[in-house]
């Protein structure tokens, strides 16, 4: 499925500069040492300022939106609490295009809740009808079969949970263009996979049944198997 997030607006000089900003905020010292390392910036009256002088970030950044530089944003700052925590240190990102590598649209960097918090959430209203934490939930929710997850078996409820995925990552999709996260027509209901996502979930039920029916099964028996449906292929 083609991500929603390919309309939003692009990456601008302004958002650039915000960037750094907020690099500076959270490396302090560390950060302004970096720019002058690399050269991201330029000396005005004896001062060094860190920008993005030469546009080398604006050009490594310029096909994301703002809305991924805020994602990576979070996960930069994810990055630097976990080194503090487990070395005693953090360093700013070494180039644009690290910090870029961390500019994936995820719920969390959006502040939504993550994937495995709304799959939770959505198991205990369909088993229990404890209610929805959080809007976005909801709206991924109501195109989902919880009469049918309700009495799923494992292997269904494998199915129901990769549909979830798809459907909320619509719902953060609209949540980070501004649009209603409960709008019908963007979503359809549960069933309207495409024909790819239908195909790639299809195979992988397959593979799984394969493995399912050679269980417990000794080589011997597997190869008697296999020259079977060789000699009836």
């Known amino acids: 499925m083609a991500s929603g997030s390919d309309d939003l607006p692009r990456v601008s000089q302004k958002a650039v500069d915000a960037l750094f900003d907020r690099l500076a905020q959270l490396h302090g010292a560390h950060w302004h040492r970096r720019c002058r390392e690399m050269g ?3 000396e005005e009256n004896g001062q060094w300022v ?6 080398e ?9 703002a809305q991924h530089l805020r994602c990576g944003l979070q996960a930069e700052k994810a990055r630097t609490a976990k080194s503090l925590k487990q070395r005693g240190n953090a360093f700013p ?10 500019c994936q649209m995820t719920p969390e960097g959006l502040g939504l ?9 959505l198991q205990d209203h369909a088993f229990t009808g404890k209610p929805y934490s ?19 078996t494992y292997q269904r409820m494998d199915k129901h949970e990769r549909a979830f995925r798809v459907y909320y990552q619509q719902v953060v999709e609209r949540f980070a263009r501004g649009e209603d996260l409960k709008a019908q027509a963007a979503i359809g209901h549960d069933g309207q996979l495409s024909p790819a996502e239908r195909a790639v979930m299809a195979g992988e039920d397959k593979a799984r049944q394969a493995v399912g029916d050679l269980a417990g099964i000794t080589p011997t028996q597997a190869l008697k198997i296999m020259r079977g449906g060789l000699a009836h292929g």
């Open 40 to 42: 991201w910036g330029t």
């Open 50 to 55: 860190s920008c993005d002088a030469e546009g």
């Open 57 to 65: 970030w604006l050009a490594a950044l310029s096909h994301l939106s």
């Open 93 to 102: 990102p070494d180039s644009a295009m690290q910090f870029a590598e961390l």
């Open 113 to 121: 809740p993550d994937f495995d918090t709304a799959w939770q959430a």
């Open 134 to 152: 959080h809007e976005a939930i909801a709206a991924a929710g109501e195109h989902m079969d919880l009469h049918g997850m309700a009495s799923a």
